[in-house]
């Protein structure tokens, strides 16, 4: 309701970036995991936490020295940009919110069931969402995986990967689709996945996934009167749901 008219005159994105700046790692070692903090400080605008996602650009490499991956390699990341957060947690003034730990599997899980097979051709490529077909691992042009294959040409050759996380995949905010958070500040505090398993390959050569852009991106409303009249009446009240945490 809160998203149309008569009640929203216009909607914009606000970027929100990491408290502290991605650092990328040296020769030899693997990109740091843990400690990606977000923080909306506004306290006074409406927000559309539903519609809300992570935009995230990722490179797939050599963990020696950085260089690129050969197309041939029978390697690449796994499917899903899901698969990048390991755990996430929200919370407001040291309230926490939200808490999931190994959150990639239950959304993974959830994801082949709702997702339909015309939404999993189009929309969720956005998402690096290339299924396997078999258990074969040919990344050339013999390969019969077609979801390995996918991701191989859009990952290998030194080729960044940019695709999106939205936030109404986890339960906390899948539950606001019909609800608005009131005007709060909100912590993500984010540990991504290990690379181990991240990355899909038959040989022990050392490869490492390198994020080099990491976004919150927010749509912030911006209500008529009578819109804002409607959330003063719905959503300042104080109110408590019940959501199903992924497990």
């Known amino acids: 309701m809160f998203r149309t008219q008569p009640y929203l005159e216009n909607i914009s994105y606000t970027q929100i970036n990491l408290n502290t700046p991605i650092t990328l ?11 990606y903090i977000f923080t909306m400080t506004d306290r006074d605008s409406f927000y559309d936490w539903y519609n809300a996602y992570f935009r995230v650009d990722f490179k ?11 197309a041939d390699t029978q390697s690449t990341p796994i499917n899903g940009s899901f698969s990048l957060i390991k755990n996430l947690k929200v919370s407001s003034s040291g309230k926490k919110l939200y808490e999931a730990d190994n959150i990639h599997k239950g959304v993974s899980i959830k994801s082949l069931l709702d997702f339909s097979d015309d939404y999993s051709r189009s929309v969720a490529k956005n998402q690096f969402w290339y299924l396997d077909s078999d258990a074969t691992t040919e990344t050339d042009g013999n390969a019969t995986d077609a979801g390995m294959r996918a991701r191989a040409l859009l990952s290998q050759g030194g080729l960044t990967v940019q695709t999106i996380i939205p936030l109404n995949r986890y339960s906390f905010f899948e539950s606001l689709s019909d609800r608005l958070l009131p005007p709060m500040q909100l912590e993500f505090n984010i540990e991504l996945q290990n690379d181990h398993e991240m990355i899909f390959q038959n040989d ?3 490869r490492r996934i390198v994020v080099r852009k990491f976004e919150l991106w927010v749509p912030k409303l911006y209500l008529t009167g009578k819109g804002q009249t409607m959330a003063n009446e719905k959503f300042l009240k104080p109110t408590q749901w019940k959501y199903l945490n992924e497990n």
């Open 25 to 35: 790692p040296p020769n030899n070692q693997f990109q740091r995991k843990g400690g």
């Open 60 to 70: 797939f490499e050599a963990k020696a020295d950085g260089a690129n991956i050969a």
């Open 204 to 206: 022990g050569t050392a």
